[in-house]
């Protein structure tokens, strides 16, 4: 994976593969904590007021949700989402 990440950095920058890594931390803790509580993706959209697709691509990590979005999610969750190189949780 360093190798992977090493040659990424090269081709996006560090800034970019950085921002991707953070997402990527983000959407694991809310997949993991949504499967923690026996959640479908569907559930956890209609607590959120959210659309099941976009739960999915957060997860996925082809989307970059806002801080609001983010918030929204850990509340239903009851669980903070730590943001890689924040120094706030929300």
């Known amino acids: 994976m360093d190798a992977f990440l090493k040659k990424a950095e090269g081709v996006l920058g560090t800034e970019k593969v950085k921002e ?16 923690e509580l026996g959640w479908s993706q569907q559930q956890l959209a209609d607590r959120t007021g959210l659309q099941k697709s976009t ?6 990590g082809l989307n970059s949700p806002t801080i609001e979005t983010i918030g929204l999610i850990a509340e239903e ?10 120094k706030e949780t929300v």
């Not at 991707?20 to 499967?35: G, S, W």
């Open 77 to 86: 969750l009851g669980e903070d989402i730590i943001i890689p190189g924040k």
């Open 55 to 60: 739960i999915g691509r957060i997860e996925a």
């Open 20 to 35: 991707l890594k953070r997402e990527a931390y983000v959407a694991a803790q809310i997949k993991t904590k949504r499967k």
